[in-house]
């Protein structure tokens, strides 16, 4: 591995981390040097600890790596702002993914650090004899959980820092092995996780430290992912170059089966935690860190310190979370008699504008089709702007909007339709972002075809939340406060469902239907219409039931997957492990960069087998003492 690296991260990276209690807080001094004695402290141990959670920050909420995430897959394409960044990994001709601009280096150049550092642990811990194997354990979590990163991403890559397989490395080291894909689950990822299972506590030590569940998901979601890559359906290449053999002599079939196996079981033992009564309540802001959330990335309104960023402006850069600013268009262009009538706000519908990313056509009618039963549209976007700009200082009482109506603060300023509406007339001056308009509706709307690259429906659920606004306006420029979701416990019930699907023995009502019909069950329950802004009490549970499909299919689960899940980071890394991602991504639905724009253009992507595995960072390659020859061999075949 490129060392140096690793050798900076571990000089400054024991940051300071909050965790939410009256005094359930993980801190730590910042230390310019640390030896390799120092991991034979108590001090030292939980030091390495706290910046084992820190790390998190700088991978999740970090916007660049979220737009890896999703950006070209059948959820998101490229926005009417975006550069580079983003139009190279939409595939669609518009740019080039390379070593050089592939933005998964902010995982490789984050997960390696943090690898080291918990082998440092796990390495020197017992030696302190006050260290306790659950503190341990959490190490080996943590490590299990960036090479699971790292192997999804970019096939085989290094157990050997320098100092031998999976061992503390202190000196640096100019040169690097890849290992294969069976070799990182078999040494690392799958041993890490089954001890850190045996040693982890039900109940976390503090709040949103790592517990039994938290390993069982991912050690669980680990045999899923391989149990496809040894099955290869659709003859993926994998790199290093091996043979799709496990070297335990274990099948598919065999850890699809494991897959279940430990889902179901955390399901009937979750521990600590319970799927939410709603799906709105999952992701209110007011409701963070909830039961159903298994593992986060922290940050606070309450301390710059603790929040290790500004709390009034935004930085573009980790460790903020600015993620959710991506896929937020620039709503403040809308005017209604000449105002702003929609202010930038620190609220969970608005936010700061970057429009860097936004939704396709496609997810919008054929994902959320059915946007009157299933709560979890309404629970993902914001699609009804209203009038803010009482709180800017402007105490009109009601500006005109559309076909000359007055609007109050409060009221529907723009509308997202439902469905698409053929009386809806559109004109390029229409509320100065070419809206449209219907008979006799105060509100500007655009249709579901209508969505463009510059307007279309915001990202409600990684929207900010503050409670120091004070009735203004707060501090839309500064970066999300909020933590950032990395885990849910409703992830069990997908992954066994996924496993039933593909041969894994069942239990008794715990067939693949039965445990979606779960999620799709909650996802029928209505306790607030968040678009309506209004109380809305209604169980639509047996309509939803009644809808799934007799029998269920991995495109199925995919699709609900992406209900659940749509604009959380998930989607690359289910299309990649299912081997569904040129299939159900290389054509995609929007209407065009300007204003106005409502025609929808058919756009293709190029999607070849060796994209399956994004490239080694150019970082890495140059980095590297070796001979040109060595250093092409490491690099992913395509790049």
């Not at 699809?256 to 999952?282: K, R």
């Not at 329950?525 to 309506?532: E, F």
Request: neutral net charge; glycine residues 8%.
């Amino acid at each position: 591995m490129k060392r140096n690296h690793i050798k900076s991260y571990i000089a400054t990276a024991l940051l300071t981390l909050f965790l939410v209690g009256c005094s359930d807080i993980l801190e730590e001094q910042p230390r310019s040097i640390y030896t390799p004695g120092f991991f034979k402290t108590e001090k030292g141990v939980m030091g390495g600890l706290t910046a084992m959670y820190a790390h998190l920050r700088y991978i999740y909420g970090q916007a660049y790596y979220y737009n890896a995430c999703l950006t070209g897959t059948d959820e998101v394409t490229y926005a009417q702002s975006a550069d580079g960044n983003f139009k190279d990994m939409d595939y669609s001709g518009v740019g080039s993914l390379t070593p050089s601009t592939s933005r998964t280096d902010v995982l490789w150049g984050q997960a390696f650090p943090n690898i080291n550092t918990a082998s440092g642990i796990i390495e020197n811990a017992e030696a302190v004899g006050t260290i306790s194997n659950a503190l341990i354990a959490e190490a080996r979590f943590f490590r299990a959980f960036d090479y699971f990163l790292l192997v999804q991403t970019f096939g085989g890559v290094p157990l050997d820092l320098g100092a031998g397989e999976l061992k503390f490395n202190t000196s640096t080291s100019r040169t690097s092995v890849r290992n294969t894909v069976p070799e990182v689950y078999t040494k690392a990822i799958f041993p890490d996780l089954l001890k850190a299972i045996t040693d982890l506590p039900e109940t976390g030590r503090l709040t949103g430290t790592v517990t039994k569940t938290v390993a069982r998901l991912y050690l669980s979601k680990a045999y899923l992912t391989y149990a496809w890559w040894l099955e290869n359906p659709n003859s993926i290449p994998t790199y290093p170059a091996s043979e799709r053999v496990d070297p335990d002599g274990k099948n598919a079939a065999w850890y699809y089966q494991q897959a279940y196996d430990i889902s179901t079981t955390a399901i009937e033992n979750p521990g600590s935690f319970a799927l939410q009564a709603t799906y709105y309540d999952v992701n209110l802001a007011q409701n963070d860190r909830n039961k159903e959330i298994l593992l986060y990335a922290d940050h606070t309104e309450k301390s710059e310190k603790y929040n290790a960023g500004s709390l009034t402006y935004g930085s573009g850069g980790a460790p903020d979370n600015f993620a959710g600013w991506m896929m937020t268009w620039n709503y403040t262009n809308i005017r209604s008699s000449g105002v702003s009538s929609v202010q930038r706000e620190a609220s969970q519908p608005l936010g700061r504008p970057w429009t860097r990313m936004c939704p396709t056509i496609g997810a919008i009618k054929n994902t959320f089709a059915d946007k009157t039963n299933d709560s979890r549209y309404d629970g993902t976007f914001t699609t009804v702007y209203r009038g803010n700009w009482d709180k800017a200082g402007n105490k009109t009482a009601t500006l005109i909007n559309a076909n000359g109506l007055p609007v109050a603060p409060g009221g529907a300023i723009l509308s997202f339709l439902n469905e698409d509406d053929a009386n809806v007339v559109y004109a390029n001056s229409t509320a100065n972002i070419g809206a449209g308009v219907l008979s006799g509706r105060a509100d500007f709307v655009i249709a579901p075809s209508g969505i463009s690259r510059i307007v279309y429906p915001g990202l409600w659920k990684l929207g900010p939340y503050r409670t120091d606004n004070a009735g203004g306006l707060g501090q839309p420029n500064a970066a999300s406060t909020r933590p950032f979701n990395i885990a849910k416990l409703s992830e069990f019930y997908f992954i066994a469902a996924e496993a039933a699907v593909k041969g894994a023995t069942i239990k008794a009502g715990k067939s693949a239907r039965e445990l979606i019909n779960v999620i799709r069950a909650r996802a029928g329950k209505w306790r607030w219409d968040n678009n309506g802004n209004i109380a809305k009490v209604a169980d639509n549970s047996a309509a939803m039931i009644a809808s799934t499909p007799a029998t269920i299919d991995i495109n199925y689960i995919l699709a609900e997957r992406s209900r659940e899940y749509f604009g959380e980071g998930y989607r690359w890394f289910d299309l990649v492990r299912t081997q569904k991602w040129a299939e159900l991504s290389s054509t995609y639905q929007i209407c065009g960069s300007n204003y106005g724009q409502h025609t929808p253009a058919t756009v293709t992507r190029t999607i070849e087998k060796y994209h399956y595995l994004r490239p080694i960072p150019s970082g890495q390659i140059d980095g590297m003492e070796m001979t040109a020859e060595e250093k092409a061999i490491y690099q992913n075949p395509g790049y």
